[in-house]
């Protein structure tokens, strides 16, 4: 590999961990396009759609620890949400992920330019009041999180993404869960989904292991720094930041697939 090529791939790594530790996201949704799209601008090596699906996979597995370990205390980590929806969207990622080798890339990117369209079109839903339920005080319906869950994970795993960008906006507009609470919850719960997502595309020889080896060491300098950044940022300022991020890249996945 370059140095040219290296630099580059660290810095897409580098910045995607910093904004999915700050976001509660695992990054596929800013990583994915990144690395499908910048490497060629430069001159550089493209990757396939299948290649950064699985250098994503293996990515953000190590990038929701270092934003995990961050949140681990002050009570945001709600053990029963993670547990439900964990078990879940681990169940649907390696379906998702082992299943997407019978993929054509159109498929891969269509499935991701959907599933990027939903997440964008539920961050602009309003979300009154959320922010003002004590974190001791949180109640949600298990079963539709579980359910909810399973579906996120068989369409995250077939991107290699582990699905927080749909999961953010299914806990706070559907499960009604404060948003510090979600963004913690989302990366332990999107750890839970990497393992499912990077198993499958390991075990069906997708990922690239040099590029992977470089986002990972990437992810864990810059998520933990992220995550401190957000909780340190108003809630409704993060959230207008993840909606915007979340449209942007539907915007450009469906420029791409029409």
């Known amino acids: 590999m370059e140095l040219g090529f290296i630099i580059t ?5 580098f910045i995607g961990s910093y904004i999915s530790g700050m976001l509660g996201i695992g990054g596929s949704i800013i990583k994915y396009p990144m690395l499908l799209y910048i490497p060629p601008l430069f001159g550089l090596a493209a ?9 994503s996979a293996v990515q953000v597995f190590f990038a929701t620890i270092g934003g995990v370990w961050a949140y681990r205390k002050g009570g945001y980590l709600n053990k029963t949400l993670i547990g439900y929806m964990g078990v879940s969207i681990l169940i649907g990622s390696f379906i998702g992920g082992y299943g997407s080798k019978l993929m054509s890339e159109g498929g891969i990117n269509l499935i991701y330019g959907i599933l990027a369209l939903i997440a964008a079109v539920m961050m602009f839903i309003p979300k009154k009041g959320i922010d003002d339920i004590p974190l001791d005080q949180v109640k949600f319906n298990k079963w539709l999180a579980a ?27 559907v499960l009604k869960i404060p948003t510090r609470m979600t963004i913690a919850s989302s990366l332990a719960i999107t750890f839970i989904s990497s393992i499912g997502a990077t198993v499958g595309k390991i075990s069906t020889g997708q990922v690239d292991y040099g590029p992977a080896a470089i986002m990972v060491i990437a992810s864990l300098i810059a998520s933990p720094l992220g995550a401190m950044a957000g909780k340190k940022v108003n809630t409704k300022i993060l959230q207008v930041i993840l909606a915007l991020l979340i449209f942007a890249t539907a915007i450009k996945i469906w420029l791409e697939i029409i």
């Open 9 to 13: 791939i660290f810095l897409i790594g």
């Open 47 to 55: 990757f396939s759609a299948h290649e950064v699906s699985g250098i």
């Open 147 to 173: 359910i909810l869950a399973l579906i996120v994970g068989v369409g995250a795993g077939i991107v290699g993404a582990a699905g927080a960008f749909l999961l953010v906006p299914i806990m706070l507009v």
